[in-house]
């Protein structure tokens, strides 16, 4: 069911920790609860595909992917900073990225902020077939501790 915004009456609202984004949380008359995200409006980024293609920088692709691979071992807002984190990061060198950029850049926000989620993500980032690959970075966190 969709809402007007304007029909809506605001319970809460929270800026994230970057100060990127608002979380806002609203209530329609008949006592539906959901949130909304607002941002600012930033130049699009082109992510350039390893087989050669271009497409628009998606911020809900690359949440599904972060989600899909991690799992809840961090939260939306969490998942929410991050994606801020790379976008910014990636915004202040170019427009046009990689692909593998993106990957490195979440897995540089995940290894500060979760380790566990490191290991997921880089597991199917780097698409690990063997132990000895999860002992590799296993030990690549403890030197770095």
Known sequence: ????????KVLESRVSVDGESIRRRRITKDGYRFTTYERIEKPQLTVLKSHGGRE???????????IRSI?????DMQVEEII?????????RSN????HQIGEEVLEALFVM???????????????QTVEDFEEILQKIRNEE
Do not use: C, H, Q, W
């Open 1 to 8: 069911m969709k809402y007007k915004i304007d029909e809506t």
């Open 56 to 66: 628009p920088f998606g911020r809900d692709k690359l949440k599904g992917s972060i």
């Open 71 to 75: 799992g809840k071992f961090v939260s």
């Open 84 to 92: 801020n984190r790379v976008e910014n990061k990636l915004l202040s």
């Open 96 to 99: 046009k990225v990689s692909s």
């Open 114 to 128: 979760n380790k566990v989620a490191y290991i997921r993500f880089a597991s199917v980032f780097n698409g690990f």
